[in-house]
């Protein structure tokens, strides 16, 4: 028989599907509607002229590498091997895909902290490894007591996301010495810290493992070149983990992808050098306070939003329909995709909350706003 009867298609695919279909503002999957910097169009010209189209090294373009250990230490200080300690993946999710690959055992246990983006159960269950997956709390903050009690000898892995996608919500400095001391006292724990929005914080600062000693022996981190420079199209990401680890995951990745795109490498090699991540903060908290302005007169109930491009809304003023039947007939009948949050957990979600998307240009906010606030 087949391995996987049971992996549905993801509700980014249905709802993006349904967005087209519908003619529907798409505030559902994430990805920004506006145009990418003209600087990056024109380097992909000028780059494509040279002699950048072979396969690239398999780690990475060695430019590529240099440039990403380099915006590591400017943004958290942490000095990296770029030969040693950092991989460039197909996006994150090959990255997380590698990880877990190179890592988890049959009957290996997995924690995974609910709600959680919907690309880490399927590479534990192909590695017959078993997912555990704890609720984070009604702020969808980490509960390390809970977490705490599911740590056992079987305990491999565990995967963190911060800033969080879908809640918003980002961890504190207690959040990361709580994660570090359990990484210390579990000899046999290993952590995949996701952090692809690590440049997407708006009031406080991102709290990345790379900030921590304590984390970084037993930690790989995860990141995305498709969020921070609004390419989400172009797959590319990277992982850093020490060198011990990061010679198990360059054994699955060779035979997974060899080596990533050329092009997208030799051209992000270049854009690095030009590129200020710190701005980009800055501009989605403008376009985070124009939809919850937009919303100020809806029925729509906000949660807090203090990273990623995501706004929770709870709806439960409007309607007691499941979040996943409120999302189709949002996007049915009044014509706006957004993404229920009740498909990120295997618990049942009792919150009657739904997640939209505010990467887009400030008109589509508005448009979708005034949309919202007539339901
Ligand atoms: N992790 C999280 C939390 C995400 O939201 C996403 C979606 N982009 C990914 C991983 C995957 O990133 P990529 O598109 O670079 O594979
Ligand atoms: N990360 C994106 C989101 O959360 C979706 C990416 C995808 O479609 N796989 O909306």
């Given amino acids: 028989m087949f391995k996987l009867p049971d992996i549905p298609i993801s509700i980014f695919s249905t709802m993006s599907h349904l967005a087209r279909e519908h003619g529907a503002i798409n505030l559902s999957q994430g990805f920004p509607d506006f145009e990418v910097d003209p600087k990056l169009v024109s380097l992909i010209e000028k780059v494509s002229k040279g002699t950048v189209h072979q396969y690239s090294p398999m780690a990475g373009e060695s430019k590529l590498l240099e440039e990403t250990s380099r915006l590591v230490y400017e943004s958290y200080g942490r000095d990296l091997d770029p030969k040693k300690e950092i991989l460039i993946t197909a996006g994150a999710t090959q990255g997380i895909f590698t990880c877990i690959q190179a890592l988890v055992e049959p009957a290996d246990e997995v924690l995974i902290l609910d709600p959680s983006y919907d690309c880490y159960v399927m590479p534990i269950t192909l590695s017959q490894g078993v997912p555990v997956r704890i609720p984070l709390n009604e702020s969808f903050l980490p509960d390390w007591e809970l977490i705490k009690q599911c740590v056992n000898e079987k305990t491999k892995l565990i995967i963190t996301n911060n800033p969080h996608n879908p809640s918003g919500r980002i961890w504190s ?6 994660l570090s001391n359990l990484l210390q006292t579990n000899q046999n724990l290993y952590h995949i810290s996701d952090e692809v929005y690590e440049h997407i914080t708006f009031d406080a600062r991102h709290e990345s493992a790379n900030l921590y000693d304590g ?4 930690t790989m981190i995860v990141s995305s070149f498709g969020k921070s420079f ?5 797959k590319v990401g990277y992982v850093v983990a020490p060198k011990k680890l990061m010679n198990e995951l360059k054994k699955v990745h060779q035979y997974l992808v060899f080596t990533v795109n050329s092009l997208s490498q030799h051209v992000l090699s270049e854009y690095l050098q030009q590129q200020n991540v710190k701005q980009l903060g800055a501009f ?30 709870s709806y439960a003023n409007q309607s007691q329909e499941s979040d996943v039947d409120f999302c ?46 007539k339901i």
């Fill in 173 to 178: 400095k207690s959040d990361m010495q709580e």
């Fill in 215 to 218: 984390l970084h022996p037993k």
């Fill in 328 to 373: 189709h007939e949002l996007v049915e009948k009044f014509k706006l995709a957004a993404i229920p949050i009740s498909v990120f957990s295997a618990h049942e979600e009792k919150r009657k909350v739904i997640r939209f998307c505010f990467a887009k240009e400030n008109e589509t906010l508005t448009k979708a706003t005034d949309l919202l606030c």
């Fill in 230 to 234: 609004h390419i989400t199209g172009w």
């Fill in 284 to 313: 989605y908290k403008q376009k985070r306070d124009l939809f919850r302005i937009g919303m100020e007169n809806s029925k729509f109930e906000l949660l807090p939003c203090e990273g990623t491009y995501f706004q929770l809304a």
